[in-house]
């Protein structure tokens, strides 16, 4: 898959995701739509946003699609940050966001655990960053090797 195929792929299936027939993408989409959701939201808005916007299905379709995608050490350190944002020995099969786990806090609340904890992931962050040509290689020969193309 090219740099330009991808792109136009990526768009497609971003339509797609948004669509309202919500059963609209195959697991093999869905481990691509979370793996690279993850590679770009965290240059563009930090592990923090990340982590702040994304729903217990994505993040766990993104740890399973990098394992997948032969990414082990990254599905293992992603896997680590959740559970420290959690404060959680495992990941909850849940619906909605990671952040509504902390939807009863209050602003001050917040901020003292965004202090705790966006400290200790940082070094997870500097990890993410220096994976974006390797994920998306992943990305690329994962679409190759299951058949998905550009229509």
């Given at each position: 898959?090219?740099?330009?195929?991808?792109?136009t792929?990526?768009?497609?299936?971003?339509?797609?995701?948004?669509?309202?027939?919500?059963?609209?993408?195959?697991?093999?989409?869905?481990?691509?739509?979370?793996?690279?959701?993850?590679?770009?939201?965290?240059?563009?808005?930090?592990?923090?946003?990340?982590?702040?916007?994304?729903?217990?299905?994505?993040?766990?379709?993104?740890?399973?699609?990098?394992?997948?995608?032969?990414?082990?050490?990254?599905?293992?350190?992603?896997?680590?940050t959740?559970?420290?944002?959690?404060?959680?020995?495992?990941?909850?099969?849940?619906?909605?966001?990671?952040?509504?786990?902390?939807?009863?806090?209050?602003d001050?609340?917040?901020?003292?655990?965004?202090?705790?904890?966006?400290?200790?992931?940082?070094?997870?962050?500097?990890?993410?960053?220096?994976?974006?040509?390797?994920?998306?290689?992943?990305?690329?020969?994962?679409?190759?090797?299951?058949?998905?193309?550009?229509?």
């Amino acid at each position: 898959m090219t740099e330009e195929e991808f792109s136009t792929y990526w768009s497609q299936l971003v339509d797609r995701k948004y669509s309202t027939d919500k059963d609209n993408l195959s697991e093999n989409e869905m481990k691509f739509y979370a793996v690279n959701y993850f590679r770009g939201k965290v240059p563009r808005s930090s592990l923090n946003g990340y982590l702040e916007e994304v729903s217990f299905e994505e993040v766990s379709e993104a740890i399973n699609g990098l394992a997948v995608m032969g990414l082990s050490e990254a599905s293992k350190k992603l896997k680590e940050t959740i559970l420290l944002f959690l404060q959680s020995p495992d990941i909850p099969q849940s619906s909605g966001l990671l952040i509504d786990r902390y939807a009863n806090f209050d602003d001050k609340e917040y901020e003292k655990f965004e202090e705790k904890i966006f400290k200790k992931l940082s070094e997870y962050e500097d990890y993410f960053m220096e994976l974006d040509d390797e994920v998306f290689d992943a990305l690329c020969l994962f679409a190759d090797k299951n058949g998905m193309v550009v229509t």
